[in-house]
């Protein structure tokens, strides 16, 4: 299901909606940051919380109140948004280590409350978090969002939910304030699966791509004319339509996206691809193209940085 974009800032009850609801940010970095701004912005009384002094000192610049603990932030929230590198971090900020005493999601979460993880985590998280947070009578919906830091600062970014039903309409003040698109696509998990799914296609559409520039260039195509003939034809995507024409022509190379955190969204899709017991030959190769990357670029280099693997002189700084 798709759900209207359209602006419903003139209407009464979603405008009561802004006023009653208090949102909780968990993570102020370059995605969950830009979300906090946006939902300021957009008139919702924001709450954030981050490790790093520097990230809280940013988001209070731009409208958001900085909690310094997530006890302080759990005092005033209805909804919390979380914004976190990795499965395992949304596992530990909702439910704790074994072993460790911790303020937790689950200890300092009211009834009622409604959590929305934007991460690119696994299913299995989100599917454990939720049935644990369940019985504290607290809803979890898994969000995850493309469009990078500037669809997050802009509230342009996209969205693939899982959520049930009557939790989504909840929450769906909250999400049309800070996405442009929103796109339910099942219950809980669902959403991690189907990002999943749209980065393994942008990991391999990157490469795929840059082979299909590579040919041309060496035929006597300009790169720019190419991917004018490619986006009006059959053969564009994400890759021909966003990422070559901002970061890779012009040898930017600064989407805020990075080579670490792609890496990890490939390895999911692997990972995912295992346990369904599938054979993917396009995408184990894609995987092990990525997997190999990590011999020439860090982890902390941009994503579409990969590639330069596959013609270093047209792709390269030093052209």
């Not at 299913?123 to 644990?132: G, L, N, Q, Y």
């Not at 009578?137 to 995850?144: K, Q, V």
């Not at 696509?185 to 296609?201: D, Q, Y």
């Not at 053969?235 to 080579?259: C, E, H």
Request: charged letters at 20%; hydrophobic letters at 45%; glycine letters at 10%.
């Amino acid at each position: 299901m798709l759900f209207n974009t359209a602006s419903h800032s003139t209407d009464h009850t979603a405008q009561e909606d802004i006023m009653t609801t208090t949102v909780g940010v968990i993570g102020l970095g370059n995605m969950g940051g830009g979300m906090a701004a946006t939902l300021a912005r957009h008139a919702f009384p924001v709450f954030g919380f981050d490790l790093s002094e520097a990230a809280r000192e940013k988001a209070a610049a731009a409208g958001v109140t900085p909690a310094t603990s997530l006890a302080e932030l759990f005092d005033h929230v209805d909804v919390v948004i979380i914004s976190l590198p990795k499965a395992e971090h949304v596992e530990t900020l909702c439910l704790g280590k074994a072993g460790t005493e911790a303020d937790t999601l689950m200890t300092l979460g009211a009834p009622g409350l409604i959590v929305i993880d934007t991460t690119t985590s696994t299913p299995e998280t989100s599917r454990k978090v939720a049935a644990a947070l369940a019985t504290r009578g607290i809803d979890f919906i898994d969000a995850p969002v493309s469009g990078g830091p500037k669809g997050a600062a802009t509230g342009s970014m996209s969205m693939v939910i899982g959520a049930e039903d009557d939790v989504l309409a909840r929450a769906m003040p909250v999400l049309e304030a800070m996405s442009g698109t929103r796109v339910h696509v099942g219950s809980c998990g669902a959403g991690n699966v189907a990002k999943i799914a749209n980065n393994m296609l942008a990991a391999c559409h990157l490469i795929s791509t840059a082979e299909a520039v590579s040919m041309a260039a060496r035929a006597g195509v300009s790169p720019e004319k190419l991917l004018e003939g490619l986006n009006a034809g059959s053969g564009r995507s994400g890759a021909t339509q966003v990422m070559f024409p901002s970061w890779v022509i012009n040898k930017a190379y600064d989407s805020g996206f990075s080579m670490g955190l792609m890496r990890k969204d490939v390895g999911l899709a692997s990972d995912l691809t295992a346990r369904l017991g599938m054979e993917l030959p396009l995408s184990a190769t894609v995987a092990q193209l990525w997997d190999d990357s990590s011999a020439t670029l860090d982890d902390s280099e941009d994503f579409c940085a990969i590639v330069q693997r596959t013609d270093p002189t047209l792709y390269g700084h030093g052209e």
